[in-house]
């Protein structure tokens, strides 16, 4: 790092240092401190353990570079982090990390600023509480950008027996081997037998556009909470899954956070609890929104749509927009016929394709984690793009039934990576406004507290192709396509020629 | 982007919609239907189709219009002029890697089709002897994940030059 941006650095992190002063008062001439936050949310709503996991971009070797990093925080619900730990994967390689305090608040409206400190110095985050257990972040340095999600820890969890049953997971980053770097996907599922063991594991990968196809876990696998204290206080453990070496923080006995340490390798996702049921083609009944993201050899690519199965192999009314580093295209546009398969083994695990008389083929692998969700991986050529499919509400949806408070997550390139979280109200006529706080790697410092407004047209029983258009003050509108999941959650696909942006919109209480 | 200008007319925008909500509403055009917003989608690299580009650089640009998103150059060869794209301009920064117009150069890549027209998507970028590898043998951009090959002492670096973890 030059100069000027170390300058730049240090300016950035004394932005959020200000911040907490402020909220804590002081003496001399500090000013008094501001009111208590009106609102939902306040320092108090984040209480507890949490384990996050984000993806992003850092400066390695001066030019941006993936990372990724997983861990867990405790909060005092006063703005005070008492302890944490993290594992990173990071330029010079990995390590764990012990996070020694921190400082964090968070305002009425669930929007807040986090800082961690450790032996290395403190990192900088900003978040959106959908709730009071689950959250949004992004990192915020001048350095380094990330995104990805927190959820509150269940501590009763943090043994080896919590962990039992049915898995399955997506993991996606990037494969190194020697000189060859590739974007790589790996999806599948384990039984997990209460004592570290690991069965029936199988994977799909798609490295580089190579699909493996299913394959089993080779020997070796394995998982384990730590024995030296981080396990039962912290949650956190290692695994080998699907031949990758991990280190893992325990969410629930519903769901873990890994991160691959075979560095300079570096993959990251969460596991699911799988529902204990013979996966059958009758699994696959009703209708489904997808969202998923990754690279293509064009650049980066990002598609979301919704499509209906039957039960019985077929595959209808099938919607989507792909933007594929700046081209867009959208189904339909011809005829669309399509069909899938649930594997024979009864694991949940099968294919969907579906072909646009017009724009071609897209085929995909997924994994069931129940009948209403699933991981999803595309497999066309080359094209690595992974993410979940979730089924769609029955009821429809209006812009009346939207209406409340909604965080925003989302990740774009651009000329490089951009992060986003926010919280904005909208209205029964479909109209939003609220604030965004978004890191721009290219630019080197984050952009906070920026006035957001809106509009979500519903079309429709809703279950279609909406339409979301987000001014973020002082920049071009951003069009998006959204599809709703529910009246609570919505996935969201950029459809700007000039930026690929995708992330969910998920209601506040 | 995030220019002054574009806050302060980002700022007149956002007062006038505050007062005027309906008539604003009003005003604002029906987008068009999604069926006339659609493009072909962006075709795959196919290694088997590999060609080699020599010519002389036209013009250079780090955030063209066209598509791929990114850095283009246009070159003249023999057979007419070609639209070569070579991924983010800060991986070519990075790596000392500038064109300007009249530069010889030679690129390996494969012909791919957009909603632009024809494009090289440029695997190897060759000026004199500096040559640079922009995307892996099976087509990827090398940008995100090339840096983590860098030798340990350069990429050691990164955290002597202060970045938090």
């Not at chain 1, 024979?344 to 071609?360: E, I, L, M």
């Not at chain 1, 083929?361 to 595309?378: D, G, H, R």
């Not at chain 2, 909603?115 to 000026?127: N, T, Y």
Request: charged share 10%; hydrophobic share 35%.
């Amino acid at each position: 790092m030059n100069t000027s941006a170390r300058r730049l650095s240090a300016l950035l992190v004394l932005i959020p240092l200000s911040f907490f002063a402020a909220a804590c008062g002081g003496g001399g001439s500090t000013p008094p401190p501001p009111p208590p936050p009106s609102g939902k949310f306040s320092n108090a709503s984040l209480s507890g353990q949490y384990a996050f996991s984000m993806t992003g971009t850092e400066l390695c070797g001066g030019v941006g570079s993936l990372f990724t990093r997983i861990g867990t925080f405790t909060a005092d619900g006063n703005g005070n982090i008492t302890t944490g730990l993290e594992d990173v994967n990071v330029c010079p390689g990995t390590s764990t990390l012990q996070f020694s305090g921190g400082r964090y608040s968070i305002g009425g409206d669930g929007r807040g600023v986090l800082q961690l400190a450790n032996n290395t110095g403190t990192t900088d985050y900003n978040i959106a509480l959908s709730t009071t257990s689950a959250g949004m972040i992004i990192q915020t340095d001048a350095a380094a950008t990330a995104s990805g999600s927190f959820q509150r820890q269940t501590a009763s969890a943090f043994t080896n027996a919590a962990i039992s049953g049915g898995y399955v997971f997506d993991f996606n980053g990037v494969d190194v081997n020697g000189s060859n770097v590739n974007p790589a996907s790996y999806i599948g599922r384990f039984d997990a037998d209460g004592a570290g063991g690991v069965g029936n594991g199988l994977y799909d990968s798609n490295i580089g556009g190579t699909a493996s196809g299913q394959q089993a876990f080779p020997s070796g696998a394995f998982y384990s909470l730590d024995s030296n204290g981080n396990g039962t206080n912290y949650g956190r453990g290692t695994a080998v899954i699907a031949g990758r070496t991990c280190a893992f923080y325990v969410v629930d006995s519903t769901r873990l956070k890994f991160l691959t340490t075979d560095f300079p390798s570096a993959l990251a996702g969460d596991a699911y609890a799988q529902q204990n049921i013979a996966f059958t083609p009758s699994s696959l009944n009703g209708s489904f929104a997808f969202l998923i993201g990754g690279s293509s050899s064009n650049g980066p690519i990002t598609t979301a749509g919704r499509f209906s199965a039957d039960g019985n192999g077929n595959i209808s009314n099938v919607i989507l927009d792909e933007n594929n580093s700046g081209t867009v295209t959208l189904l339909p546009t011809g005829t669309v016929t399509g069909s899938y398969t649930v594997d024979s083994n009864q694991f949940g695990g099968g294919t969907v394709s579906w072909t646009d008389s017009t724009v071609g083929t897209f085929s995909f692998i997924f994994y069931l984690i129940s009948p209403t969700k699933a991981v999803f991986q595309e497999v066309d050529s080359n094209i690595v793009s992974d993410g979940t499919f979730t089924a769609q509400t029955t009821t429809p949806i209006t812009a009346a039934s939207m209406a409340g408070d909604f965080v925003l997550g989302w990740s774009a390139i651009a000329n490089a990576e951009e992060d986003y979280v926010g919280q904005f109200t909208l209205n029964s006529s479909g109209s939003a406004t609220g604030l965004a706080d978004f890191n721009v790697f290219s630019a080197g410092q984050p952009f906070l507290a920026v006035p957001l407004s809106g509009t979500l047209t519903v079309g429709g029983d809703g279950t279609g192709a909406n339409t979301f258009e987000a001014t973020l003050q002082g920049n071009s509108p951003l069009h998006f396509t959204a599809y709703a999941v529910d009246p609570n959650t919505v996935l969201l696909v950029g459809t700007d020629n000039n930026i690929v942006i995708a992330g969910p919109l998920v209601r506040q209480p | 982007m995030k220019s002054k200008v574009r806050i302060l007319i980002g700022i007149v925008a956002l007062s006038v919609g505050a007062l005027l909500p309906g008539m604003i509403a009003a005003q604002n055009p029906q987008p068009p239907p999604r069926s006339s917003q659609t493009s072909a989608r962006a075709a795959a690299y196919e290694t088997a189709k590999e060609v080699i580009v020599v010519g002389t650089v036209v013009s250079y640009s780090e955030s063209s219009m066209s598509r791929p998103n990114g850095t283009h150059v246009l070159v003249k060869t023999p057979n007419g002029n070609i639209d070569v794209h070579l991924g983010p301009a800060s991986y070519l920064r990075a790596n000392n890697f500038s064109l300007a117009a009249g530069d010889s150069v030679r690129f390996v890549g494969a012909i791919s089709s957009t909603e632009s027209g024809s494009v090289l998507l440029a695997r190897i970028a060759q000026k004199g002897s500096q040559a640079l590898a922009i995307r892996s043998t099976k087509g990827f951009l090398l940008a995100a994940g090339a840096p983590r090959t860098l030798p340990q002492a350069q990429r050691a670096q990164s955290t002597q030059n202060g970045s938090a973890r």
